[in-house]
């Protein structure tokens, strides 16, 4: 018998698997914090080279609000001049010169950031990019190392240990005494994040019924998009950044109770030959959701003699370029996954880019992610293609138009990087489902898991898109508009793949044309497609 099958049996989101959404909910709020608190820990404060605070005829010392470069204004933070106890002011014609005495920064915005306290400006400005990618390289780590020890020692333990790395370090961060130990730290973090984020998702969708789990997976993300939100907020009550930094990690401490709480996967613990443990569980949960269970299911056996026929053949990454449709379909995939993290992560950790406070710019930006990953709950029945082009169109065009709004419209640079986002936030929703019916079955985990960590390399890359302003200051909503307008393009050469039956060989992808058997459990007739369904939500689980 099929899992899916146990599953409609006790209750495909019943009263149990209620529960176990929430305490799988409650720590996206506390990973949200630590994916964006950099926008705020790591701000750059308006500053200004404390040997020209006697110059005559340069803005008043207190006020930092004209010394940025940016709009064509001359960029007096980062030099000294010489003879500056004269009165003349550098347009005069007096050399400029490196600062040697250290910077002054306004407070009028922080009290202090790991910028103003480590001097992470002029020329070690990229220093503050560097940390913010190794925290994204911590990232694709994790994912490496937490899903293979999940699929060898089980999700509900990497969870725990996932979750106590991640207050610890978090904590550990907030007292680091230099940049290079909180940059370790915080790489640390990254790695325990995805710990979390995977294993959490896998866990809850591994206990979800077939027609509940798009759904499920939702709700996960709107719980994401309320630490994104409230973010602002706290970040907004404390401005110093070892005290925010504390306050976003010690909470954690509180999910010890996840010891007593948290379930196993049944699913899992049927693949790994702990049967009694899972079908303890079953009863456990059917008890709770109110079902009452035949005993005698436990007679009946997940059958994967089909899985295992199909699956005969070895397969590897190998085999995504082989043939011509394969390789010129994953190509593009890869590019979409990659280019959805991105540009995702450039907009939401440059928000100081639109002009506005910085403050209001994050709520808006987090209260874009709600109705964006609702929207595609509609459209993705429809088509999958259409949807995943429609939405990387807006989200490019939006960015790219921002390029042609002067620096003193804010609010309307802001409105459009807000549509960006919300195109990009969408899009990045569909690319999980998208790839997961693209990639047949013998090669759809290589596929994911490839996908991943091309998401991941561009989340690497998405804190060093600021270093672009050095070329121009346009330049990286530049290629925030260009890179998702040609994946939009892209998309138009993969097939569709809404309401269609997915695809378990290559040969399939080709054009060959294949004929499952079905599998019987005590007469009752599990159709190829359902069954297909089970091992790919599973495959797209084990990739990300």
């Known amino acids: 018998m099929n899992f899916d099958e146990i599953l409609i049996d006790i209750g495909g989101f019943g009263k149990f698997q209620k529960i176990l959404y929430v305490w799988i909910c409650a720590p996206q709020i506390f990973l949200a914090f630590h994916m964006l608190v950099s926008v705020f820990t790591g701000a750059v404060p308006p500053h200004l080279c404390r040997s020209m605070a006697p110059l005559k005829g340069l803005p008043d010392f207190k006020n930092f609000s004209h010394l940025t470069g940016l709009d064509g204004h001359p960029d007096l933070s980062c030099s000294a001049f010489l003879n500056h106890s004269s009165a003349a002011a550098p347009e005069d014609g007096h050399p400029a010169v490196s600062c040697q005495e250290g910077w002054e920064y306004g407070k009028e915005t922080f009290q202090s950031t790991i910028v103003s306290e480590w001097d992470l400006v002029c020329s070690n400005a990229s220093l503050n990019n560097l940390g913010s990618s190794i925290y994204m390289f911590g990232l694709l780590v994790g994912a490496l190392v937490f899903g293979h020890l999940a699929d060898k020692y089980g999700r509900r333990i990497i969870i725990l240990i996932s979750l106590a790395l991640q207050v610890t370090f978090g904590v550990a961060a907030a007292f680091a005494s230099n940049f290079y130990i909180y940059t370790a730290l915080r790489f640390m973090v990254g790695t325990s994040i995805s710990g979390v984020i995977m294993n959490a998702f896998v866990l809850g969708t591994e206990w979800t019924g077939p027609k509940h789990r798009m759904l499920a997976g939702i709700i996960t993300d709107y719980f994401f998009g309320f630490g994104y939100i409230l973010l602002a907020g706290v970040a907004y009550l404390i401005r110093d950044w070892r005290k925010l930094q504390l306050a976003i990690s010690a909470p954690s401490f509180l999910f010890i109770v996840y010891i007593w709480v948290l379930p196993k996967s049944a699913r899992w613990l049927m693949a790994s030959n702990q049967n009694q443990e899972a079908w303890d569980l079953i009863l456990r949960a059917a008890q709770i959701n109110g079902k009452a269970i035949n005993e005698d299911l436990k007679m009946c056996q997940i059958n994967q003699t089909e ?193 269609k039956p997915l695809l378990d060989t290559i040969d399939d992808v080709e054009g060959a044309i294949l004929r499952l058997s079905s599998t019987f459990c005590e007469g009752r007739r599990l159709g190829p497609y359902k069954l297909m369904m089970t091992r790919d939500i599973r495959a797209l689980l084990l990739g990300l």
């Not at 609702?374 to 088509?383: H, V």
Request: glycine share 6%.
């Open 307 to 499: 899985e295992k026929t199909i699956l005969k053949r070895k397969h590897s990454f190998f085999d995504l370029f082989r043939t011509p449709t394969m390789r010129k379909q994953s190509l593009i995939v890869f590019y979409l996954w990659f280019v959805n993290i991105l540009v995702y992560y450039s907009l939401s950790l440059n928000i100081s880019d639109f002009g506005m406070n910085i403050y209001l710019t994050q709520m808006i930006f987090g209260l874009v992610e709600m109705p964006a990953r609702t929207i595609t709950l509609f459209t993705l029945n429809r088509s999958r293609k259409i949807s995943q082009l429609a939405f990387l169109t807006v989200g490019g065009s939006a960015c790219l138009l921002t390029t042609f709004i002067p620096s003193n419209f804010s609010v309307v640079r802001t409105v459009l990087a807000m549509i960006g986002k919300f195109g990009i936030t969408a899009s990045l929703s569909i690319i999980y489902i998208y790839s997961a019916e693209i990639f047949p079955t013998v090669i759809r985990q290589n596929g994911i898991g490839i996908g991943s960590m091309c998401a991941r390399i561009g989340g690497v890359l998405a804190p060093m898109m600021y270093l672009l302003r050095t070329i121009s200051p346009h330049a990286p909503m530049v290629v925030s508009g260009l890179c998702p307008l040609l994946g939009s393009a892209l998309t138009l050469l993969l097939p569709e793949t809404a309401n």
